[in-house]
Each structure stands twice: as structure tokens, then as C-alpha cells.
């Protein structure tokens, strides 16, 4: 029972937290505006926050190791509490400027770097302790809460924002990640594995899991290309003179499909190998972006957004089996911050290209070429899934879960 209750409570945190945070987002570019008089300086506290986390492979190799209790895990989320409650605080005083802006990113970037991957760990460590295949089922679920908060989110920040409340949200912001961590301090961590360095590099631990290699890249480009469904659609609101509506069909056709397969996906990933179902999934949402461009109406966006909802689910769903199944302790921890790494770089990589690429071919075909770009590379990882693996594969897994021997004790 008590891990039972471990997990509940990093569920409830991790959730609370993220829909926090999808809340306080509407709120947080009006209070920069109102306060800095900058457009340009609504944007610094995003882009600083995505610095470190793309620079963690090198400075974060030994220190995401030491977030291995919900002690510690609690000890990073109040850092990150006082670094978003510098923006409401220095905007109470009338000193809010750019450079605050910034260094209060770069600390929310560093703790994110560490905490994200960290509180991911420590839910799968629990699932190990509860059950055979609990951990991949509980990173499902904590990714269906995520998707809850951002189907929810925006539009009771929305409301918040309309009824005068802006401010306030950045305060409910920081007093929800405190909380979260909070509740953390109760769950215990497991046991550091003897037989792997105490602190291996990504790139270490990827040797002899061709499985989690081939997610990553399938879910690296549809992160790459994710700028032509939230721009793309945008963009094709604003030239046809109904801003925002094609972007708000398409965000809650992709919401809804992605809270209804977040139940799926726990039976699927047990039934189907996951590199197969992860790149069949992103050779599925390829095909939904190439929808949207050739079929450019409200409904059709809908339908295939909410289609593309479930793919996605499906995919992370599929990657998540692969590194419970095969790692624990600081192997596992490295595995989950190099994720974190891979789609972090390629949503900054799609969002870099992606103004360029919609201002010189237009949403319609950006949309269909990042689609077909998409469905490409997936049906490539695909096909190259169905090849079996050199013998001697060191990464063995046995009934659906780590072996055990190999890892030199239980994760318990």
C-alpha cells in the first residue's frame, strides 16, 4: 500500500503543478507587457528557461543522480517556487526588467533539467516496487494528467484573466509547484544499482537499447515538426480572417484524443512491442499533419488533431515501456533526462525554422510537408524495429520488466 500511496501523491503533485502552470501561462505575457512595456521581453523567460535544459547532458550528468528521494526532489521544487515567484514579486515592486526575466528562466530552466526527469524516475521507481509493468503505467498516466491540464488550462486562465485576475496566477503558479514537492517528501528512493557508474553519460546507457534510439528519433521529429500544427494552424486563422479559431479546433480535437488514449495506451504497450507501436504511432500523427493541410477546414482540423492526439499518446506510451522495462536507478535517471533532452532540442529546433518555412511556403503546405517528413522518418524506425537486434544485447528484459540479475538487486 505504500507505494500505492507514493505514487497517488506524486501524480497529484506532478499534475496540480503542470495545470498550474498551462493556468498562469495566460497571464504571464500580459504581466510582462503591462509591466515592461517589451513584447520582445515576454519570450525571455521561456527561451532562458530552455537553456539549460538543452545543455544538461554536460552539466547535469552527475547532479540529476542526486535527485534519487522525494526529500531532494521537494529541495529543487522550492527553488523553482522562489524563481517564478521573483516575476509577480519584482512586478508588485515596479521592478520587473528583461535581466530578472532572465535569470529567473535560467533558474526555473536548471531545476526543470532536474526535477522533470527526476520525478519521472522516482514514479517508475515506484512502480517497480508496486508491480510487474506498474512503472510504464504510471508514466502513462502521469502524461494523460499533463494533457488534462493543457485541454483545461488555457481557458481557466482565461477566465481568470478576464475576471482581473493576472497577478494571482503567477503566485497560484509558485505555491502549486511548492505544494507538489510537498508532497513528494514522503516518497522514498530506491537503492543505487552497484553494477553501472555512478553517474553514466546518455550517450553510455544508449549502448545496446536500439529500441530507446529509435523512439527518440521518432518522436525527435515529430517534435521538430510540431511548429506546423500550433503556428501552422495559427497562421491559417490569421490569413483567413478568423484568428485563433482553427488553432482552438485543432488544439481541442488533439486534447481530447490525447485524455481518452492515455487509457489505452496502458493495455496497448503490453500487448504490442513498443518500438513498433511507437513508430507505426508517429507514421500515424505524419499522416494527421498532411490531413490538416489538404483538408484545411475547422472539422477536418479537429478530427485529425484529436487523431494525432491518440498517436501521440501511444508513441511516448511505447518509449516509456522501453526504459522502465530495461533500466533502473541511475540509468534509468540518465535515460529520462536525455528524453527530456530530445524533445526540448526538437521543439527549439521546429520553432527556430518553422516562421521561415511558413512564410515562404504557407501553412497549408508546411503543413503537409512536415506531415510527410514526419510519417517518413517513423516508417522508417518502423521497418527498422522489425530488424532483430545483434546477439549479445546486454539489455535484456524478462516478462515484460528489468531482469533483475543483470542489475545486481531488486528495485525495491
Excluded at 48 to 56: M, Q, Y
Excluded at 77 to 104: C, E, K, Q, R
Excluded at 184 to 211: C, H, K
Excluded at 357 to 369: I, P, R, S
Amino acid at each position: 500500500m505504500k507505494a500505492q500511496r507514493e505514487a497517488v501523491a506524486l501524480l497529484i503533485g506532478g499534475g496540480v503543478a503542470d495545470l498550474a502552470f498551462r493556468i498562469s501561462q495566460v497571464a504571464f505575457p500580459l504581466v510582462v507587457l503591462s509591466e515592461t512595456g517589451s513584447v520582445a521581453a515576454t519570450g525571455l523567460a521561456g527561451g532562458a528557461a530552455g537553456i539549460p535544459v538543452l545543455l544538461s547532458p554536460w552539466w547535469a550528468r552527475k547532479a540529476r543522480q542526486w535527485v534519487d528521494s522525494g526529500a531532494r526532489l521537494a529541495a529543487i521544487a522550492t527553488v523553482a517556487a522562489f524563481a517564478l515567484a521573483m516575476v509577480p514579486a519584482a512586478a508588485m515592486a515596479g521592478l520587473l526588467h528583461p535581466w530578472l526575466l532572465i535569470a529567473s528562466g535560467l533558474l526555473l530552466g536548471t531545476c526543470e533539467a532536474l526535477s522533470t526527469p527526476g520525478r519521472s524516475a522516482l514514479l517508475a521507481d515506484t512502480g517497480d516496487r508496486w508491480g510487474p509493468d506498474k512503472a510504464v503505467e504510471l508514466l502513462t498516466w502521469q502524461d494523460g494528467l499533463r494533457r488534462v491540464g493543457m485541454l483545461v488550462g488555457p481557458s481557466i486562465g482565461a477566465l481568470a484573466v478576464t475576471a482581473g485576475f493576472t497577478l494571482e496566477l503567477l503566485w497560484l503558479e509558485a505555491a502549486a509547484v511548492l505544494v507538489a514537492g510537498l508532497l513528494a517528501t514522503a516518497v522514498r528512493g530506491n537503492p543505487r544499482s552497484l553494477d553501472v557508474p555512478e553517474a553514466p553519460s546518455i550517450r553510455a546507457v544508449l549502448r545496446g537499447r536500439r529500441d530507446v534510439l529509435l523512439g527518440w528519433i521518432a518522436r525527435g521529429t515529430g517534435c521538430v515538426t510540431w511548429f506546423a500544427f500550433t503556428l501552422g494552424l495559427s497562421v491559417l486563422g490569421a490569413e483567413r480572417g478568423q484568428p485563433g479559431i482553427y488553432l482552438a479546433y485543432g488544439m481541442t480535437g488533439y486534447g481530447v484524443g490525447s485524455v481518452l488514449a492515455s487509457v489505452l495506451a496502458v493495455r496497448l504497450v503490453k500487448r504490442v512491442q513498443p518500438a513498433l507501436l511507437a513508430g507505426g504511432a508517429w507514421t500515424a500523427l505524419g499522416f494527421c499533419w498532411t490531413g490538416m493541410g489538404l483538408w484545411a477546414t475547422p472539422p477536418a482540423i479537429a478530427a485529425f488533431a484529436c487523431l494525432g492526439g491518440v498517436s501521440v499518446v501511444l508513441g511516448v506510451a511505447a518509449i516509456s515501456a522501453v526504459i522502465t522495462r530495461s533500466s533502473i536507478g541511475a540509468e534509468r535517471r540518465a535515460l529520462l533526462s536525455g528524453q527530456s533532452v530530445v524533445v526540448n532540442a526538437g521543439s527549439a529546433a521546429g520553432l527556430l525554422a518553422g516562421g521561415p518555412l511558413l512564410a515562404a511556403f504557407g501553412a497549408e503546405h508546411t503543413l503537409v510537408g512536415a506531415g510527410l517528413l514526419t510519417s517518413a522518418v517513423a516508417f522508417a524506425v518502423l521497418l527498422a524495429s522489425r530488424k532483430p537486434e545483434a546477439a549479445g544485447n546486454p539489455r535484456c528484459e524478462t516478462s515484460g520488466h528489468v531482469d533483475r540479475d543483470h542489475h545486481a538487486g531488486r528495485a525495491a
